[in-house]
């Protein structure tokens, strides 16, 4: 006799669904800790970016933010092909996911009213390892509604939201919040105070106020005071530092800095969603576009999220020429829908790289990745800079690919491998941004100094000028 299908709750019922069986331990505040998570992005959030974050290192990451109220008029649907759940609205799904990232996927709730927080969250919570609420966004699609950054001008607020979806949720199920600074720091220990009280595992600080942006460097200096008092209060509260962390090594530093437990990525991670790894894949319009836009396809994520968050991408440059970019990135512009990328992507149907990810998240077993990465109190440090046993976990998803995957994202060359090392911190904790230049021929385009070759980007100079003869003879002009 089959087994009848988990329906989900009826979201105007006060009374939970019964209480599933976790394949997973439920996450804690320590859960939390030690890691490196993907924030919270509108639009460049999507399946595809969230899974690929996981494989190359992710401990945890945010969904983007998803108003209750819009979730709420949504239909749950279930690929039989590929698993995929599907939130579907009137015209477009409002939200994916796999239950591969189940164990590590946070919900961001975006909200002004506890009661629909709590409606929004019963949709969801089948699907979610925990719900955290948006109380940083200051962009006017957020805040007009009062929600978003709104809410850390109404704390009363903002905390009754935190406490209706902590009393509302099951124990399983975990809470937190993301905060901006506010622009007096006795103010800001006052608000994370109240919000501890809620009953949190965690609570990620953008070291920004609401009226800064990202263009403005992050205030991580004020953070390390934030932490202090949350460990002060003894409720074993995890704290994210959000705000210009570049990837794995440049955590150390702000960890340094701030002495918090964990670091967020959003910019760079939406500029490569590998930079998780110690060793982040360069070259990406040869080693992981194609490859992300193939997976894309295979969930069956909307053609128009795939083609901003490729667009987005760009990494690192080592053996990728300027032709191939200019290539890729006209191909994606031009694009209407994912037959459009064929002559770029081939014709792989994602499969393979769906089953490569699977597999490399499969041998977590549920675990959360830990990246010690402080020196001190991190245990026995390597030459590299954090601990062999946090070594051997943060890299399994990033460099022990599943030989049943395919496609060149899954195989980084010798000179990329050659490149990350460059990058590696010495035993002594220290770390230059000095990088080798590539080798090989120069780029006569990108040679516009005036003692440079000739080339067709400048007009020659004298002779008496350049020093190549010993008389003032004009040079002759090339072409």
């Not at 009826?10 to 331990?25: Q, V």
Request: proline share 9%.
């Amino acid at each position: 006799m089959s087994r009848r299908s988990h329906s989900p709750p009826d979201p105007s019922s006060s009374r939970l669904a019964k209480r599933p069986r976790l394949d997973f331990e439920p996450l804690t505040p320590d859960d939390y800790k030690d890691g490196l998570m993907l924030a919270p992005m509108v639009r460049s959030g999507a399946l595809p970016t969230r899974l690929y974050s996981l494989k190359h290192g992710a401990s945890l990451v945010w969904g983007p933010e998803t108003v209750d109220k819009a979730i709420l008029h949504t239909e749950r649907v279930v690929d039989p092909v590929t698993g995929v759940v599907s939130y579907v609205g009137k015209t477009k799904p409002i939200f994916l996911t796999h239950p591969i990232e189940k164990p590590y996927l946070i919900y961001q709730i975006g909200s002004a009213d506890p009661e629909t927080a709590v409606q929004a969250a019963k949709m969801v919570m089948q699907d979610v390892a925990g719900f955290d609420l948006n109380c940083g966004c200051p962009k006017p699609f957020s805040t007009h509604a009062g929600m978003g950054a709104a809410l850390l001008s109404n704390p009363d607020l903002l905390c009754s939201i935190l406490t209706a979806l902590r009393q509302a949720m099951p124990p399983e199920i975990s809470v937190s919040a993301k905060i901006r600074l506010l622009p007096e720091q006795n103010d800001t220990l006052k608000l994370v105070e109240r919000i501890i009280n809620t009953g949190v595992n965690a609570l990620t600080v953008h070291c920004r106020t609401r009226n800064q942006r990202k263009r403005e460097p992050a205030l991580i200096d004020r953070l390390r005071e934030i932490v202090e008092f949350v460990e002060g209060m003894g409720r074993g509260v995890a704290v994210i530092e959000n705000g210009d962390c570049e990837g794995f090594w440049d955590a150390r530093r702000i960890r340094e800095i701030t002495g918090a437990h964990s670091c967020m990525i959003a910019t760079a991670a939406e500029a490569n969603p590998t930079c998780f790894s110690p060793t982040p894949l360069t070259d990406l319009e040869k080693t992981f576009i194609p490859a992300y836009i193939r997976l894309a396809r295979y969930v069956n994520n909307h053609w128009s999220l795939t083609k901003y968050c490729s667009s987005m991408f760009i990494g690192d440059h080592v053996n990728g020429s300027r032709s191939d970019l200019k290539n890729v990135r006209a191909a994606i512009q031009q694009a209407k829908c994912y037959e459009d990328m064929e002559q770029i992507t081939g014709t792989g149907t994602g499969e393979d790289e769906f089953r490569g990810i699977v597999e490399a998240i499969q041998k977590r077993g549920g675990r959360r990745v830990k990246v010690q990465i402080l020196n001190g109190d991190s245990g026995p440090m390597s030459s590299k800079g954090f601990s062999d046993s946090a070594t051997t976990e943060a890299t399994t998803t990033a460099t022990d690919v599943p030989t049943t995957s395919a496609g060149p994202e899954d195989a980084p060359s010798t000179a990329q491998s050659e490149c990350s090392s460059k990058l590696t911190p010495e035993a002594d904790g220290t770390r230059d941004r000095l990088q080798t230049p590539p080798t090989g021929p120069a780029d006569p385009s990108l040679m516009n100094a005036p003692l440079a070759p000739a080339n067709e980007m400048r007009m020659p100079l004298p002779a008496m000028i350049t020093g190549e003869l010993p008389t003032p003879t004009p040079t002759p002009r090339i072409g």
